[in-house]
């Protein structure tokens, strides 16, 4: 970073004058390379500057919640504070504190290339209009949403719901359960969930294994679903603006999308030469 920062329009004019005043143009392009290849700033964790309520969302701790993990993690770091945060890899569950038996339960499936700070505002929307909410939150990775790739969407989503499953076994009786998305990125997430969930149909209880036990409570628990911004129709070219705005640096960018026009293309090709309907198609009659 110390070494691209040399080359920046100001001091690129002063090291190089012969470029600058000979290949402006070419000078002007490669500072702006450079530039695009530095890390960015990234605000420091738990400060929201556009945030001025109550800060109930403060993360005191952090912990791992793994799948076969208890919600309820008490907050040893802070007992006072008016939250206490579960973190695990793209999985936060929050609950109030003093915990109260949940009345509602909402997962929220974030965006592509969303972060967990834009994806906390929400969270702090649903804290602060209901009482005794645990709100679940999970954002699956720009790779795995572009390529489709079911098995690490599968593992997001029933981590997801594992945390949902614990929050209402542990509120009151009736405590109903929401599912928000956001756009495609979060759709793909809960369009592989409700997939797994309809292959449950007609098997006998006692043949389910754990993961199909908690899809199966759930999906009779699951009280109304919210679609945000979504569904989206697949276009290559929606695709492409997509990739555009979830991945900053131009290299991995430019890969990305070129890997994603022709996993895509061929993937069209041999599902109409197989004469299924292409992913797009599917999803969106989904």
């Not at 500072?31 to 969302?57: E, I, M, Q, T, V």
């Not at 908690?214 to 290559?236: I, M």
Request: aromatic share 8%.
């Amino acid at each position: 970073g110390a070494l691209l920062k040399l080359l920046s329009p100001s001091l690129l004019a002063r090291g190089c004058p012969y470029l600058v005043s000979r290949r402006p143009f070419a000078a002007l392009f490669l500072s702006r390379c450079c530039l695009l290849l530095l890390p960015r700033r990234r605000p420091a964790a738990g400060k929201d500057p556009s945030y001025s309520g109550r800060k109930s969302l403060e993360h005191t701790f952090s912990v791992h919640l793994r799948m076969g993990d208890s919600a309820d993690v008490p907050n040893k770091k802070n007992p006072a504070a008016s939250m206490a945060v579960a973190r695990g890899p793209r999985v936060v569950v929050t609950r109030s504190s003093p915990p109260l038996p949940a009345e509602v339960v909402v997962v929220l499936f974030g965006w592509l290339g969303a972060n967990d700070r834009q994806l906390a505002k929400y969270a702090r929307m649903y804290e602060s209009n209901t009482r005794s909410t645990v709100i679940i939150r999970g954002i699956a990775s720009t790779t795995d949403i572009m390529f489709c790739n079911k098995k690490a969407l599968s593992v997001l989503g029933n981590a997801l719901m594992h945390g949902a499953r614990a929050a209402l076994e542990a509120g009151v009786p009736n405590a109903k359960l929401y599912i928000h998305v956001f756009s495609n990125g979060g759709t793909f997430v809960w369009e592989q969930l409700t997939q797994e969930m309809q292959q449950l149909d007609g098997k006998e209880p006692s043949t389910l294994s754990p993961k199909d036990t908690t899809l199966a409570y759930l999906k009779q628990r699951l009280a109304g679903e919210v679609f945000d911004s979504s569904p989206c129709y697949l276009h290559f070219s929606s695709g492409l603006r997509a990739i555009g705005h979830a991945v900053p640096y131009m290299v991995p960018r430019l890969m990305m999308q070129a890997g994603f026009l022709l996993v895509n293309f061929f993937a069209g090709v041999f599902e109409m030469l197989r004469g299924r309907e292409i992913r797009s198609v599917e999803f969106f009659s989904h």
